[in-house]
Nanobody, 119 residues
Framework: QVQLVESGGGLVQPGGSLRLSCAASRSIFSINVMAWYRRAPGKQRELVARITSSGRPNYADSVKGRFTSSRDAANNTVYLQMNSLKPEDTAVYYC?????????????WGQGTQVTVSS
């Protein structure tokens, strides 16, 4: 089991920045993959960033060069630094953890945090 708690969302003007946090209930080194997803109104869920246990992140084309994901192993926390925000980044952002246990993959989700980019 993994509990995930996101924080850091809010209202920001276009061009601004926000940093999202995702605190896990266990060591992030015991989690095979951590990822950030988002769901905008009327749209399907979209993968934003994905970090494997090796620590190397991959990003969606729509956020490359603007978003950066990092991790703090000491605090079991993953971050999503979002810069140069655009109105189209408005969405609920979710933290996700994928854990391989006894040959089966298990998915865990946080409660989501709202990000609104508007002037």
């Amino acid at each position: 089991q993994v509990q995930l708690v996101e924080s850091g969302g809010g209202l920001v003007q276009p061009g601004g920045s926000l940093r999202l946090s995702c605190a896990a209930s266990r060591s992030i080194f015991s989690i095979n993959v951590m990822a950030w997803y988002r769901r905008a109104p009327g749209k399907q869920r979209e993968l934003v960033a994905r970090i494997t246990s090796s620590g190397r992140p991959n990003y969606a084309d729509s956020v490359k060069g603007r978003f950066t994901s990092s991790r703090d192993a000491a605090n079991n926390t993953v971050y999503l630094q979002m810069n140069s925000l655009k109105p189209e980044d408005t969405a609920v952002y979710y933290c996700n953890a994928e854990v391989l246990t006894a040959g089966s993959w298990y998915d865990y989700w946080g409660q989501g945090t709202q990000v609104t980019v508007s002037s």
